[in-house]
């Protein structure tokens, strides 16, 4: 067959009656196989399949109908918090009916008191709906499984309940179990295996089985869509419409490679693209984790859903839809949620043998009983209780509870559990990986010091840039003001309305003049060194100490009627460190951890956080990406990794 020329496309499908891993393995395989397709990857936790195909060579219409040729089914509306929402609905509602009607069916069984004569058709009658209702999921499970020659923990379930029920109807129709009276079901059964001519029934049995094991997958769909919640929130961070060149405003999923479309201030950036026209700083914390804005200019590139601080830009898209660095993002998070525990996984291969096992064990005690004469209950009744206590439900409600409990428990300490392999794996931890904005440090920028030349008062240079900067919207902005009003509250603003002029200087500062009654006017300039011609040797040290220090070295001049006013202080900002910082870094030292600092900051203000708070490497001027490379060379190399950050830029590494 000759090669298609057209371009891999991409389409993500939501599939409905997955139940375990082995689904998502064997809808892959599946898919997998058709011609055309290059990729099928198949995710239980988000109940979709991601298929790249060549849409010359097979189409969605194909995926769907293969799909449902192996028993599971593609909705038609594709909207996966309604699909999510149904979902949990049913099974809570199946959790519901289990448990009204298993707690009294165990009450009139275990409880001598509660017994009375013909006790076994309640329960049959309560246990009915818990079987075959409550409990049609495993059965649906368990038939597929069959249909395909595989077995899962689902189909020990469906086989170990019907048995139970089916043998317990048996009994009471055909065999006499009700003649027993008001004897407890556990003491008929140990006396019918010791001679007595009532049979046991195991209703209860059956209903408690089905109860636990729905009960912890409630417990999973619970946490799923939290975690779902999670990602749609992601997600929603971007722009929702661009607005084209000539004014035009359309959706988001008009737009195409190649468009060019403007980005006002205070806009977020509608998608991936190159910038043709303007300047500007670009708010990229939502990517990088770093308070401190961008400058970028014609050539350079910027990410869709960043913030767009104070410039007029023209951006041409170079990158949409699930291409853009946020659509990767929200698919690594999804990826990392579709991993399963490792113990989960070793489950998954046993299952596929246990299942086997434990049926031939049923019918050797089946077997083995008639060869030594005992009656035909006795002998179901054994086979019957091989299957009933292979049943997972010990497992099936253990590892979400503990998984719950343990998560939960966790998020009340301010940590934040990904799921049953984190639980596993940390004991084996030797690598603890830390982010900088917000982990290491408070997350937003204060003035840390005012520096200025000694003929100057440091409060009248902070005054200045107050007033100035109160009409900027940048972080370093919102910090000087805050120091200034933190002494003088409601000045800055009161003194920014006074003046004339406000200019912005993207990538460079801002200037404005100030009026006198007197008739002159002060002018005055806000902003990096760069935009000074004249700066004291002593500010000049300050700017150099500061710059060495991690910090942002902000330039206050004010002179009168002078525009090219010359430096009269240096405001030094920075993220300030935790207190807790320090104390944390050499607790983890003494658990025996390597602890590396990995921030999107650059080199210079890294190391200087890295030497205060004492880690043993620093990885600076990475983009989530490469945070997600930097956790995986660790990994390859051998290394249990723990990672400590926060934000969406943390998302992918985390």
């Known amino acids: 067959m000759a090669a298609s020329t057209e371009p891999a496309t991409r389409v993500d499908l939501p599939i409905e009656g997955m139940t375990c891993a082995a689904c998502a393995t064997r809808i892959g395989k599946g898919l997998t196989r058709l011609d055309g397709v290059d990729r099928a990857d198949v995710n239980l936790a988000a109940a979709r399949a991601t298929i790249v195909f060549d849409p010359a060579l097979v189409d969605r219409e194909a995926f769907v109908a293969k799909?449902?040729?192996?028993?599971?089914?593609?909705?038609?509306?594709?909207?996966?918090?309604?699909?999510?929402?149904?979902?949990?609905?049913?099974?809570?509602?199946?959790?519901?009916?289990?448990?009204?009607?298993?707690?009294?069916?165990?009450?009139?069984?275990?409880?001598?008191?509660?017994?009375?004569?013909?006790?076994?058709?309640?329960?049959?009658?309560?246990?009915?709906?818990?079987?075959?209702?409550?409990?049609?999921?495993?059965?649906?499970?368990?038939?597929?499984?069959?249909?395909?020659?595989?077995?899962?923990?689902?189909?020990?379930?469906?086989?170990?309940?019907?048995?139970?029920?089916?043998?317990?109807?048996?009994?009471?129709?055909?065999?006499?179990?009700?003649?027993?009276?008001s004897s407890m079901s556990g003491m008929s059964g140990m006396g019918s295996m010791s001679g007595s001519s009532t049979p046991h029934v195991y209703f209860e049995t059956a209903g408690v089985i089905i109860t636990l094991i729905l009960l912890g997958k409630w417990f999973e769909a619970r946490a799923r869509r939290r975690s779902s919640d999670a990602i749609r929130r992601l997600a929603e961070l971007g722009a929702k419409t661009a607005r084209l060149t000539d004014g035009t405003e359309i959706p988001l999923d008009a737009l195409t490679v190649g468009m060019r479309f403007v980005v006002r201030p205070g806009e977020k950036i509608a998608t991936d693209g190159r910038v043709v026209e303007g300047r500007s700083a670009v708010d990229m914390s939502m990517l990088t984790g770093e308070p401190v804005p961008v400058e970028v200019g014609p050539g350079d590139e910027v990410a869709g859903a960043t913030l767009n601080a104070n410039g007029h830009l023209v951006v041409e898209a170079t990158r949409v839809g699930a291409d853009t660095a946020l659509a990767q993002i929200v698919r690594l998070v999804e990826d990392a949620q579709g991993s399963r525990a490792p113990i989960q996984r070793l489950a998954d291969r046993v299952a596929g043998v246990f299942v086997p096992i434990v049926l031939g064990i049923a019918v050797l005690t089946l077997v083995g009983w008639a060869v030594t004469g005992h009656d035909v209950d006795d002998m179901f009744s054994a086979a019957v209780a091989v299957l009933i206590i292979a049943c997972p439900c010990a497992l099936g409600l253990a590892t979400p509870t503990a998984i719950m409990v343990g998560t939960g428990r966790g998020a009340q300490l301010g940590i934040i559990i990904k799921g049953g392999e984190v639980l596993e794996q940390t004991r084996r931890v030797?690598?603890?990986?830390?982010?900088?904005?917000?982990?290491?440090?408070?997350?937003?920028?204060?003035?840390?010091?005012?520096?200025?030349?000694?003929?100057?008062?440091?409060?009248?240079?902070?005054?200045?840039?107050?007033?100035?900067?109160?009409?900027?919207?940048?972080?370093?902005?919102?910090?000087?003001?805050?120091?200034?009003?933190?002494?003088?509250?409601?000045?800055?603003?009161?003194?920014?309305?006074?003046?004339?002029?406000?200019?912005?200087?993207?990538?460079?500062?801002?200037?404005?003049?100030?009026?006198?009654?007197?008739?002159?006017?002060?002018?005055?300039?806000?902003?990096?060194?760069?935009?000074?011609?004249?700066?004291?040797?002593?500010?000049?040290?300050?700017?150099?100490?500061?710059?060495?220090?991690?910090?942002?070295?902000?330039?206050?001049?004010?002179?009168?009627?002078?525009?090219?006013?010359?430096?009269?202080?240096?405001?030094?900002?920075?993220?300030?460190?935790?207190?807790?910082?320090?104390?944390?870094?050499?607790?983890?030292?003494?658990?025996?951890?390597?602890?590396?600092?990995?921030?999107?900051?650059?080199?210079?203000?890294?190391?200087?956080?890295?030497?205060?708070?004492?880690?043993?490497?620093?990885?600076?001027?990475?983009?989530?990406?490469?945070?997600?490379?930097?956790?995986?060379?660790?990994?390859?190399?051998?290394?249990?990794?723990?990672?400590?950050?926060?934000?969406?830029?943390?998302?992918?590494?985390l």
């Not at 880690?615 to 990406?625: F, G, N, T």
């Open 67 to 181: 799909i449902e040729s192996l028993g599971y089914s593609v909705p038609e509306i594709d909207d996966q918090e309604a699909l999510e929402a149904k979902h949990l609905a049913v099974l809570s509602r199946r959790l519901r009916i289990a448990v009204v009607l298993t707690v009294p069916t165990v009450l009139i069984s275990m409880v001598p008191g509660l017994m009375f004569h013909g006790w076994q058709w309640v329960a049959l009658v309560l246990t009915t709906p818990v079987v075959f209702l409550s409990g049609w999921g495993f059965h649906r499970a368990a038939l597929i499984n069959l249909r395909h020659g595989t077995a899962t923990m689902d189909t020990l379930v469906s086989m170990g309940t019907l048995a139970a029920w089916l043998w317990s109807t048996v009994a009471l129709v055909f065999l006499g179990a009700a003649d027993e009276g």
């Open 430 to 653: 030797d690598v603890a990986v830390l982010d900088k904005t917000g982990t290491l440090t408070e997350g937003r920028m204060e003035v840390v010091e005012v520096i200025a030349r000694p003929e100057v008062e440091p409060e009248l240079a902070l005054r200045f840039a107050a007033m100035v900067e109160q009409r900027s919207e940048h972080p370093i902005a919102a910090a000087v003001v805050a120091a200034f009003e933190a002494v003088e509250p409601g000045e800055a603003a009161q003194a920014s309305a006074l003046l004339e002029d406000f200019t912005n200087h993207p990538g460079r500062g801002v200037t404005a003049r100030l009026p006198r009654p007197t008739g002159f006017a002060f002018h005055i300039a806000v902003g990096r060194p760069s935009m000074f011609t004249d700066i004291d040797p002593v500010l000049r040290a300050a700017i150099d100490a500061a710059e060495s220090a991690g910090r942002t070295a902000v330039v206050v001049g004010a002179e009168v009627e002078v525009p090219d006013p010359p430096a009269m202080a240096v405001i030094a900002v920075a993220d300030r460190l935790k207190p807790t910082s320090v104390e944390a870094v050499h607790q983890l030292h003494q658990l025996g951890l390597e602890v590396v600092l990995l921030t999107g900051d650059n080199q210079r203000a890294a190391a200087a956080i890295g030497a205060e708070v004492g880690v043993d490497r620093v990885v600076a001027e990475v983009l989530p990406a490469d945070k997600v490379d930097e956790v995986r060379r660790l990994q390859e190399a051998g290394h249990i990794v723990a990672m400590v950050g926060d934000g969406i830029n943390d998302a992918p590494a």
